[in-house]
């Protein structure tokens, strides 16, 4: 960590004069408990030991399949092994789609075998597939504004131009296409539905990732090509002859399976100061062994609470982790908890579900008598090279439900530049987690948790929209 | 280019120190109508054209099949269109072997799907598929000491540790649990095998290739894992439980068919100073669309020919252009060939089949007569930043058959830093082509072309072993 000291040392000669908006005037101190526990974390082994076991020992971990149970299974086990309070899992149902058969390929002007993968929710074609005049959209926006008509019983295609942004925004301003494309293709009376995949990559693997069909719109097939199989549609297009594509998608939806949260904690000494939350998915999509999304949120969100467990000294709140489960597929368990646990007294709540890749930002969102917390942080994180972001805290599909009641948020925002090159795709496996940026996470949150649970200010609720 | 030109200094300065058993002690000068042709040549947009072309508008085509006469229908019209002459296609009949259906799974320890893809010549599994235990050698060397009771009725699985090299090398040494573990599993009893792809990547696509199953050993169901898949097996055997596979592998024979060799020419002005052989092979892997292997090379060769065709002067010597069929298979293009051809004089041979990376070294095999060619490729290839090595030319095998009959060589490589991460993968596709990389191979060829093409020497034969 040698090599961070000049930047630090920048950021803090740098802090006057950026802090006007948003920190104090001077940096507040670092008590060296934090800075002792921040700095080795900085040698952690166990975020990447949980990565490890849950990619190899239990894979892929679609929400409401058995692999997801089994996942659950193993998540006691380890939580339990490795010292937790109060291990359990919390069952609750949820509504399974699971993927089947799925092929394609261009059938006019030149055959041309396509690599592709379900959305999820997507309807099937049936066994014997389904085949069609391609329409090419460059963008949503061109789609959204081309008439039914030029739609109506053919297959829709949509482009994107997406590129790795370090906070991830591109995937908002791309991700529509996936969101909101399919429904906006079936209103439009379109047979089926095909788009670029939502990443930033240029490798044959496609990129799931789920749609949605509000109630009244009948779902069609709806698939992700891989980046090369969409230019490939795209320079075809440009040759201007038409193009015919025959699909075989043959998903599922198989009614009403379990799921559940796994729950571990590390009980703090005052019960009224409300709970410190931190946490990720267990859950994965089914096509890699989610390493990245998001074993190592579940990873470096346990490590560090093991790290204030192992410290020698009870911290003042309870940190609770929570492996949410099915979060990808509609955040089922971010709700099943909030329903389960909103009325109990939280202090902040705090998810990591960015990959593993450095963690470059904080930001918080805190009420006023806690807002020395803040400066605490941006002092003790800055060594890490992380800055303090002017945004609200509080994102997360997991932890909406319950930031949603008034409870603080904090954020630690990993860096996206990698992230959806993998997201969601077959190749979202170990190979994807650098360790040494792991261990930056966990000293991260190993440091958020030792200001944050053990912050002697009172944490109570903040004014949301 | 003019990046270039300091690289270019410091060789001909060094030149004298390292010419002492390699080239004369002083270079030889460049003829300003070669260099013009050389850096005329690094603005090439043909070779591009043609890889964009060949992909996009005929795909994958693997041996034998119905795409690869697409492909040759393709050729012909485009060599055609472009002005070279003689332009025809050779057909000959080679056996030909089809992909199946490929799927797999480890059954225990823990279940999880995997990604591989059958080598070719594999035997199938039978539509129902095979189970059976897995044994676990990190190497072929591992494999190779194994006595056969330890691998008897069982699924063997060979790990290897390549890594990039420029030249090419590592694909030699671990290419061996490709190009014989198999044969050697069957000899031993193996029910199947799978090895770890032969390649550098860590991506969820494996790399397929030809395996080799001599007479009289009967061919195994034979595929190759992904490297994160591989690894994930690895992982799992360290943990010392029994791993059981479930492969499902189709592929089958399906007797011989056509294939052919494409041909187009340069005329030259004198028919007795010998062919000036090029190309590359037209036929790919069916997994990607053949971009790096081998598009780039029919594109390279035929644009530097072009380049020569349109110079405004005849070349002395007649180039031929020739874009080979099967290669990938069996190298049956090269053989039917030289069996056609071998009879004719050629000066040289060279081919194009290591993607389209940057050319970084030449080497030559020319008999005493026409040394001093050498020494002036040497001169005129520097200046894009290509050294000349001191190992004897005629690697390829397409030009094999032709150069073991005394045909002298010359080879131009080019980086293998990079090639072997998507070699045979369904990822060597159009994004994997650098443009600015293309066009210094289009210039070194234009180059080599210009030199040997209308050296006033003698160009015989060469003593081969």
């Given at each position: 960590?040698?090599?961070?000291?000049?930047?630090?040392?920048?950021?803090?000669?740098?802090?006057?004069?950026?802090?006007?908006?948003?920190?104090?005037?001077?940096?507040?101190?670092?008590?060296?408990?934090?800075?002792?526990?921040?700095?080795?974390?900085?040698?952690?082994?166990?975020?990447y030991?949980?990565?490890?076991?849950?990619?190899?020992?239990?894979?892929?971990?679609?929400?409401?399949?058995?692999?997801?149970a089994?996942?659950?299974?193993?998540?006691?086990?380890?939580?339990t092994?490795?010292?937790?309070?109060?291990?359990?899992?919390?069952?609750?149902?949820?509504?399974?789609?699971?993927?089947?058969?799925?092929?394609?390929e261009?059938?006019?002007?030149?055959?041309?075998?396509?690599?592709?993968?379900a959305?999820?929710?997507?309807?099937s074609?049936?066994?014997?597939?389904?085949?069609?005049?391609?329409?090419?959209?460059?963008?949503?926006?061109?789609?959204?504004?081309?008439?039914?008509?030029?739609?109506?019983g053919k297959?829709?295609?949509?482009?994107?131009?997406?590129?790795?942004?370090?906070?991830?925004?591109?995937?908002?301003?791309?991700?529509?296409?996936?969101?909101?494309?399919?429904?906006?293709?079936?209103?439009?009376?379109?047979?089926?539905?095909?788009?670029?995949?939502?990443?930033?990559?240029?490798?044959?693997?496609?990129?799931?990732?789920?749609?949605?069909f509000?109630?009244?719109?009948?779902?069609?097939?709806?698939?992700?090509?891989?980046?090369?199989?969409a230019?490939?549609?795209?320079?075809l297009?440009?040759?201007?002859?038409?193009?015919?594509?025959?699909?075989?998608?043959?998903?599922?939806?198989?009614g009403?399976?379990?799921?559940?949260?796994?729950?571990a904690?590390?009980?703090?000494?005052?019960?009224?100061?409300?709970?410190?939350?931190?946490?990720?998915?267990?859950?994965?999509?089914?096509?890699?062994?989610?390493?990245?999304?998001?074993a190592?949120?579940?990873?470096?969100?346990?490590?560090?609470?093991?790290?204030?467990?192992?410290?020698?000294?009870?911290?003042r709140?309870t940190?609770?982790?929570?492996?949410?489960?099915?979060?990808?597929?509609?955040?089922?368990?971010?709700?099943?908890?909030?329903?389960?646990?909103?009325?109990?007294?939280?202090?902040?709540?705090?998810?990591?579900d960015?990959?593993?890749?450095?963690?470059?930002?904080?930001?918080?969102?805190?009420?006023?008598?806690?807002?020395?917390?803040?400066?605490?942080?941006?002092?003790?994180?800055?060594?890490?090279?992380i800055?303090?972001?002017?945004?609200?805290?509080?994102?997360?599909?997991?932890?909406?439900?319950?930031?949603?009641?008034?409870?603080?948020?904090?954020?630690?925002?990993?860096?996206?530049?990698?992230?959806?090159?993998?997201?969601?795709?077959?190749?979202?496996?170990?190979?994807r987690?650098?360790?040494?940026?792991l261990?930056?996470?966990?000293?991260?949150?190993?440091?958020?948790?030792?200001?944050?649970?053990n912050?002697?200010?009172?944490?109570?609720?903040?004014?949301?929209?």
């Amino acid at each position: 960590m040698k090599h961070l000291y000049p930047l630090t040392i920048a950021l803090l000669l740098a802090a006057p004069a950026a802090a006007q908006h948003t920190a104090p005037p001077t940096p507040a101190a670092v008590d060296p408990r934090v800075a002792a526990l921040r700095d080795a974390a900085l040698k952690d082994d166990l975020a990447y030991d949980i990565v490890e076991g849950l990619t190899t020992e239990v894979g892929a971990r679609l929400a409401g399949t058995d692999a997801e149970a089994r996942a659950r299974t193993w998540a006691v086990a380890k939580l339990t092994a490795l010292g937790f309070s109060n291990v359990r899992s919390e069952p609750y149902r949820m509504p399974v789609w699971v993927r089947g058969a799925e092929e394609a390929e261009i059938v006019a002007p030149v055959p041309q075998k396509l690599t592709l993968t379900a959305l999820g929710n997507s309807a099937s074609t049936g066994a014997g597939g389904l085949t069609g005049e391609l329409v090419v959209f460059s963008s949503y926006v061109e789609f959204a504004n081309a008439p039914s008509t030029a739609v109506k019983g053919k297959i829709v295609y949509i482009g994107n131009t997406m590129q790795p942004t370090q906070d991830g925004s591109s995937y908002g301003a791309n991700g529509t296409a996936r969101f909101t494309g399919p429904a906006l293709a079936a209103q439009k009376g379109a047979a089926a539905i095909v788009i670029r995949s939502i990443g930033t990559d240029a490798h044959r693997l496609p990129h799931t990732g789920v749609t949605d069909f509000p109630a009244g719109v009948k779902p069609i097939p709806a698939a992700a090509l891989s980046t090369p199989d969409a230019t490939l549609i795209e320079r075809l297009a440009r040759r201007g002859q038409p193009i015919r594509l025959k699909l075989l998608l043959t998903p599922k939806m198989i009614g009403e399976r379990e799921s559940g949260n796994v729950i571990a904690e590390v009980p703090g000494t005052d019960p009224g100061a409300g709970i410190v939350l931190v946490g990720g998915h267990l859950d994965s999509w089914d096509l890699g062994t989610g390493a990245i999304d998001d074993a190592s949120g579940v990873a470096i969100t346990a490590a560090a609470a093991k790290r204030i467990m192992d410290s020698g000294q009870r911290p003042r709140r309870t940190i609770r982790v929570v492996w949410f489960g099915a979060e990808e597929v509609g955040g089922f368990g971010g709700k099943a908890y909030a329903q389960r646990h909103g009325s109990e007294r939280h202090a902040t709540a705090s998810e990591s579900d960015f990959g593993a890749d450095r963690v470059w930002r904080f930001e918080t969102q805190l009420p006023e008598s806690a807002k020395s917390v803040t400066a605490r942080l941006a002092s003790a994180l800055a060594p890490l090279g992380i800055v303090h972001g002017s945004g609200l805290a509080g994102d997360g599909t997991d932890i909406e439900p319950t930031v949603a009641t008034g409870v603080a948020g904090i954020d630690l925002n990993q860096s996206g530049l990698r992230y959806f090159d993998t997201h969601h795709t077959p190749d979202d496996v170990l190979e994807r987690v650098d360790p040494e940026q792991l261990r930056q996470n966990v000293a991260a949150w190993t440091t958020m948790l030792a200001i944050v649970a053990n912050a002697p200010e009172e944490i109570g609720a903040v004014p949301r929209q």
